[in-house]
Every structure is written in C-alpha cells, then in structure tokens.
C-alpha cells in the first residue's frame, strides 16, 4: 500500500489504525488488515498516532493494530503512551509483535492492550484476535447469571480434579511424577478411561515438554497473556496431545518471569481446564509463588515431592512454617517420598520414619527408586509405560492411578 498516513486516514470512515515505525516493514499485516477490513482502515506512524487520536474522528475507532519489532525498544514511551491514550478513549489495542522480549510485551499488555499476536502473522491469527476483542467487549455487557447455561458450554461441563505436585528440592522428581501419574490415569479403565489434562506451570524451568517430546510454542504465551478472552476453542487449541489420551500445557516458549502470571490467570486456566477434563494434574515451580495458594485451594490432592535428604526435609519445614502463618488450607497436602528406602533396608526406613516424626507429617505414598529406565524414559520424552513396561516406580504409580480413578468414580456415585 502505498497511501500515506495522512491520505488514508482523511479517507474516512476509518475503523481501525495500524500503528507502526513503518507499516512497510509489516506487509502480512497489511493483507491481513485489508482482509478483515477492506478499506476502511488506515496506517499511523507512532509520531502521528497520538496527534490522530487527539481528533474527533478517532473516536469512532474500534481498534488500533501497534505493530513491533526489536527496533522499536527505543520508542517504548511513546508506544505505551500511545496504548493509554487509546484505551482512555475505549479503543482497543491488538499488539503484533515481531521478536519482543517477553517482559516487554507482558508490559504493554498490562497497560491494556487487549491481544497479542506474533509476526509473521500466523494464519488467521488476526482474524482471531479481532474476534476475541469482540467477544471481550460484548461479554462484559451481559449482565452476571444472564447467561448461565451459555456461560456452561463456552466453558464445558465437567467438573475434574485437580492433583498438583511441588518438589521440595530440585531434581526430587516431581515432573516426573506428574507425567507419568497424568498418563497411567489416562489409561486407567481401557476405553472408559477418564480424560486427562497436564498443565505445566513451572513457567521458567518447566520440563514436560521435554519428557513429552513436544514444542514449547508462542500460543502458551498468547493464552496466559490473555486468560480474561480466554474461551473454551483458544485454550482446547493451544493444548497439545500425546498419543491422543494427554492432553498438554507445556511451558511456554520464552521463560516467563513468575510475577508475570496473577492468581486471577492461574484460576481461570485450572477452572476452564477443570471444566473440559475429568482430571488436571499441575506440575509446579519448587518456589512459593503468588499463586500457590490458588492451586492449593483448587487442589483435591497436592502432592509435596521429597526425597530423604536434609533439602527436603528442610523445605517440608519451612513450607509447613509459610502454609501455617498464611492460614493456608493443608487438608489436600499429601507427602511423597520419591527414591524411597526398599523394603530390605532396614536403617534407610528408620531414617524414613525418623524423617516423618520430626516434621510431624506421614508419607502417604512411597515411591521407588526406577534405576536409569526413568532418566532414559523422559530423555526420550516417552512415559515409563512406553518404554519400560516393567519399572518398579511405574508399578507403583499405576496402583496410585488406579485408586485415585476408583475414589472419583466411588464419590460419583455416592453424590449420584
Ligand atoms: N523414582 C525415580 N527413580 C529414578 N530416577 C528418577 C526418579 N524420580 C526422578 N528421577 C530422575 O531424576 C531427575 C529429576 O527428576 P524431575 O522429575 O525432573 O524432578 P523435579 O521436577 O522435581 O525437578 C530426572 O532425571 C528423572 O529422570
Ligand atoms: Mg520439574
């Protein structure tokens, strides 16, 4: 397009603006916009941009498309400018972000920009975005309970538990426990085995997409960015699938800073995958993070990894020590030794024993010790299943699967 900013926009009626160093330098967007919009859109320069939104035409906006790239960290100020001025005057903001750091872009969105989407525009990635801005805008306008049972199926209808897992130490082998308990539920039962959801919340080291061998993607990021437009469609098509049974939100793309995700996102991903699945297992940060107490809450069962060494117990400690001072639920708080002493070692189950007096809690599941089958497992980003059908740690998850189902389906039937 070869129009400049100043032609097009006087071509009123305008019903949306790119904004940009050069649009130029984004011609998908360019195709995309005229797609969406014919002409009734126009391309504002940042400089220009403020000047345009200061004149009544701009009200009549219904968005703006700020288009970045890595060259533009100098005109930060004024792109954040812009995003205000625009959201006082109720236009919305879709950023399209061409290799933005995430803190930046996590910035931009918090000051209202409604939407992100990456550059190279994937395909009717725009299109999408337009459409959850307008869902959005008229979603706030249904008066609360208006649409309840709307409400039930843009969510789904189902009401699954939430089994998450905290490793008390490093490498005490909680995304292991995660994956593999996550998929021995999702055969448990053969063809009337129950659907199952793995979502990845240790947002910066997160690990189940290596033991899964899967991508961690761009459209995470978009999801946890943007959990308030988050319906039913944008969060089933940004989980991925192993075998067809798991179903899968691995960690994103980019590691995200841990502030970054409030206790508001947290609970709307736990409740929309709780509404789709009948199980979410949580995989989570080894730290204390704003939002652990929101999973802790959602939590029927929260499993605290430890293995039988001096970081583990101390951290048990000091969990207990943050979870009393908060108040904080411990009901579903269940102890896991993992690499537990076998049977025939007698001094190594003293010290088990030892162990549990002293921090006044009972281990309610033992793990073994898998040898280097698990290492190998999850390298190949396989479960133990897979690969090892005969492991001694697999056996004993299966049990703990097993009975996890058969009390679901007990307590179903006894509310029936
Ligand atoms: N019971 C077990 N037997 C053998 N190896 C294990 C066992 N549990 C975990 N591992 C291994 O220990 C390492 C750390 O496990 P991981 O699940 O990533 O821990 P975390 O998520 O707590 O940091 C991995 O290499 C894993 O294969
Ligand atoms: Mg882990």
Redo the contacts with the bound molecule.
């Keep these: 397009m070869s129009s400049s900013a100043a032609k097009k926009v006087a071509a009123a009626p305008v019903r949306a603006c790119t904004v940009s160093r050069d649009v130029q330098n984004f011609d998908l967007l360019i195709e995309d916009m005229e797609m969406e919009l014919g002409e009734a859109w126009g391309d504002l320069t940042f400089a220009f941009a403020m000047k345009y939104l200061d004149q009544p035409d701009a009200r009549e906006l219904e968005f703006l498309a700020i288009a970045l790239d890595d060259e533009d960290a100098g005109n930060m100020a004024q792109i954040e400018a812009i995003i205000q001025r625009a959201r006082g005057l109720d236009i919305e903001v879709i950023l399209i972000a061409e290799e933005l750091g995430p803190i930046v872009l996590h910035r931009l969105l918090r000051l209202g920009a409604s939407d992100f989407v990456p550059y190279p525009l994937p395909e009717g990635a725009l299109h999408d975005a337009i459409g959850r801005m307008r869902q959005a805008s008229t979603a706030v306008a249904v008066p609360p309970g208006a649409a309840g049972g709307q409400m039930q199926s843009a969510m789904g209808g189902k009401k699954g538990s939430v089994l998450a897992v905290h490793?008390l130490?490093?490498?005490?082998?909680?995304?292991?426990?995660?994956v593999n308990l996550a998929w021995e539920l999702a055969n448990a039962g053969g063809d009337d085995a129950p659907s199952v959801c793995l979502l990845d919340f240790?947002l910066q080291t997160g690990?189940v997409s290596t033991?899964l061998d899967m991508a961690r993607t761009e459209r995470v990021f978009e999801l946890l960015s943007n959990t308030a437009v988050m319906d039913r469609d944008f969060f089933l098509s940004t989980l991925q699938c192993h075998n067809e049974k798991l179903h899968v939100l691995t960690a994103a793309a980019d590691m995200l800073p841990l502030d970054m995700i409030t206790p508001d996102d947290i609970e709307r991903v736990l409740n929309m995958a709780r509404a789709n699945f009948d199980f979410v297992v949580v995989?989570m940060p080894?730290t204390v993070v704003q939002w652990t107490e929101t999973v802790l809450t959602a939590a029927d069962s929260y499993f605290a990894?430890m293995e039988l060494d001096m970081r583990s117990a101390q951290n048990a400690l000091s969990l207990i020590r943050t979870l009393k001072a908060e108040e904080l639920p411990m009901d579903g708080l269940r102890y896991v030794l993992?690499?537990a002493p076998k049977f025939t070692d007698l001094a190594g189950k003293a010290r088990a024993k030892r162990m549990a007096e002293s921090l006044d809690i009972s281990f309610e599941v033992m793990?073994?010790?898998?040898?280097?089958?698990?290492?190998q497992?999850?390298d190949h980003g396989m479960p133990l299943a897979q690969i090892a059908p005969k492991n001694p740690?697999l056996k004993e998850l299966r049990k703990l699967a097993q009975a996890i189902v058969e009390a679901r389906r007990n307590a179903a039937r006894i509310a029936a």
């Design positions: 490793p130490a490093g490498g005490a082998g909680a995304t292991t426990f995660a240790d690990s033991y995989d080894g990894m993992n690499r793990l073994p010790d898998g040898t280097a089958q698990v290492t497992a999850n740690l």
